[in-house]
């Protein structure tokens, strides 16, 4: 049996010594038959904690019970013809999941159902998907950089909307964490995360912003919706604010679960944290070895953590000193790490050739 969420934060000082104690539980996928075979592009967890997807380079989508470690315990989802590059939950639905692959379709899955109920036709690979907060929408990336919005309505089938070219690498994106989309966030290979109003307006009212008015915490809560641009129109992103983060690309991003801080990850190996009151770089964390695949915070904010896929071993950071207070060590690079979304210190992380693990999830003390 699992251990009860902690029913508070737990403090720096006391971390070290009950992270300590958490057991760690394999989850091992029979896809598995050699190096490689199975390699996990990608980790989601549901909004309540209780599932967890990979998604691998072999097409395979599978979802697991972290308490139920066996594999007959698990959900398999096939549909897609290429290597799944990302998944992504609902955020308010804990059994619809969307995924994206290089055979350049967008699918959205009952996971109850182990069902296909809708298939968007891309137009090219897809690189990644996130979701906005109130499930409206989800928006997809490209591998030629190019956004593709799908909307999802109640009771509809989920349709598409205007393609939104990029002129930069874009890598990932994020939307404002409550409420509809009004704010969109996204990492370059210019080293900069654009801060962006959502939804797109007509490409010569975006013209018209230069990208430098001042930012503060309130860019991130809901403010009204403008009505969107009709489809077929002419539609591009109009840019509040640039965060000049890294000398290189800016790979990943993630918001605090408060909302205070924003890490960006790198090429650089380096993981920049921005206080989200002034837009402030106030720390940055350069303990990996590799470019940032991922970030990732603890569910109350205190903690982040950043996946590469060169070096070994998973540190966390405390994000209000930058401070190491603890390590996962790893036989091999963990590229896809991510903390337990509510009251739980687990992490998940992948790299490990016997299949996805989770940190916490075999028992422990905290």
Not at 134 to 140: E, F, I, M, P, W
Not at 210 to 229: A, M
Not at 259 to 276: E, F, K, M, V
Not at 308 to 320: C, L, N, Q, R, V
Request: proline letters at 8%.
């Amino acid at each position: 049996m699992a251990p009860a969420p902690p029913r508070k934060a737990v403090p720096k000082d006391r971390f070290p010594a009950l992270f300590a104690t958490l057991k760690t539980q394999t989850y091992h996928d029979p896809s598995t038959r050699g190096p490689g075979s199975h390699t996990i592009r990608t980790i989601a967890w549901n909004p309540t904690g209780h599932l967890i997807a990979t998604g691998s380079s072999d097409r395979s989508i599978r979802i697991w019970n972290p308490e139920k470690p066996q594999v007959k315990n698990s959900t398999e989802l096939r549909g897609h013809t290429g290597a799944i590059q990302r998944v992504a939950w609902n955020p308010t639905k804990e059994a619809e999941l969307a995924s994206v692959s290089s055979d350049g379709t967008c699918r959205f899955w009952d996971v109850k159902t182990r069902t296909c109920i809708a298939t968007i036709q891309l137009g090219d690979e897809g690189v990644t998907v996130g979701w906005a907060s109130d499930g409206s929408l989800a928006l997809v990336v490209r591998r030629d950089d190019i956004l593709i919005p799908i909307h999802l309505h109640p009771d509809s089938t989920p349709t598409a909307g205007n393609p939104l070219p990029q002129s930069v690498q874009t890598n990932q994106t994020i939307f404002n964490p409550v409420g509809s989309p009004t704010t969109l966030l996204l990492t370059t290979g210019e080293g900069s995360v654009k801060i962006c109003s959502w939804p797109p307006s007509a490409t010569t009212a975006a013209a018209a912003t230069n990208g430098d008015t001042p930012l503060h915490h309130s860019t991130l809560v809901p403010s009204r919706s403008s009505t969107p641009v009709p489809p077929g129109s002419s539609v591009s992103l109009q840019t509040l604010h640039t965060l000049h983060a890294h000398t290189s690309a800016c790979i990943s991003l993630a918001l605090s679960p408060t909302s205070r801080y924003l890490a960006i990850g790198g090429s650089d190996a380096l993981i920049s944290l921005y206080d989200t009151h002034d837009w402030i770089c106030r720390r940055t964390l350069s303990s990996l070895s590799g470019s940032v695949k991922t970030v990732s915070f603890s569910w109350d904010g205190s903690y982040v953590i950043g996946g590469s896929d060169e070096g070994t071993g998973i540190d966390i950071a405390h994000a209000e000193t930058g401070e190491i207070v603890a390590r996962i060590e790893t036989s091999m690079p963990a590229p896809c790490v991510s903390w337990h979304p509510n009251g739980k210190y687990w992490i998940a992380y992948s790299g490990d050739p016997a299949g996805l693990k989770i940190v916490g999830a075999a028992g422990g003390g905290l």
